[in-house]
């Protein structure tokens, strides 16, 4: 689909559409089938007529068309809250090592690298770090290197103060994407 929003828009949609549903009010049930009511500004209306031959199964996921996608949802919420505490945990961990003098587990060079060739953190440098538009993965990296005061991306990886420096670009350019 050439189309789809991005998963995070989609996400929010359904939250928006579950949250406005009007919740069932009763359940109806007659030798013709199930009737879902909902309670509308006037009387009680029938939103669903089920006939008897519909499966149980549909029929119970027709029935509970609020509460499942409401409950799916809160589980995403629950799980992006466990991993970012564990992203934060991981991160506070590899910093207490780099303090130590511990060598970084991760490349922040080839990181940096990486990000300097993204068209977002080019964005993000134009707007909070003022490298000159347009802008190219190597002004990009040239901009990174002077704002973090290195002379080249391999000490990102031997000096523990522009490892410091550079997470905090980092979390910043997250910072400013998740407002976007």
């Known amino acids: 689909m050439a189309n789809r929003l991005p ?6 949609g359904y939250r928006t559409l579950v949250s406005r549903a009007v919740p069932l009010a009763d359940i109806l049930a007659d030798t013709a ?15 669903c007529s089920l006939p008897v031959t519909c499966p149980a199964d549909n029929r119970e996921l027709i029935r509970r068309h609020i509460e499942i996608p409401a409950d ?12 970012a505490e564990r992203q ?12 130590r003098g511990g060598k970084s587990a991760k490349d922040y060079a080839a990181e940096c690298a990486m990000k300097c060739a993204e068209p ?7 707007e909070r770090h003022d490298l000159p538009h347009p802008a ?3 002004t990009a990296a040239t901009r990174v290197r002077s704002v973090l005061a290195i002379t080249s991306r391999s000490q990102l990886n031997t000096d523990s103060a522009a490892a410091a420096r550079w997470r905090g670009i980092v979390q910043e ?3 400013w994407s998740r407002g976007k």
């Open 7 to 12: 998963a995070r828009e989609r996400l929010d």
């Open 33 to 47: 089938g199930m009737h879902l009511e909902v309670t509308g500004p006037g009387e009680p209306e029938i939103i």
């Open 88 to 99: 934060r945990e991981i991160e506070r961990l590899r910093q207490a090592l780099e303090a």
């Open 136 to 138: 190219t993965d190597k």
């Open 72 to 83: 799916l949802i809160g589980m995403l919420d629950a799980a992006a809250r466990r991993d």
């Open 173 to 175: 350019f997250e910072n």
């Open 120 to 126: 977002a953190f080019m964005r993000f440098l134009i």
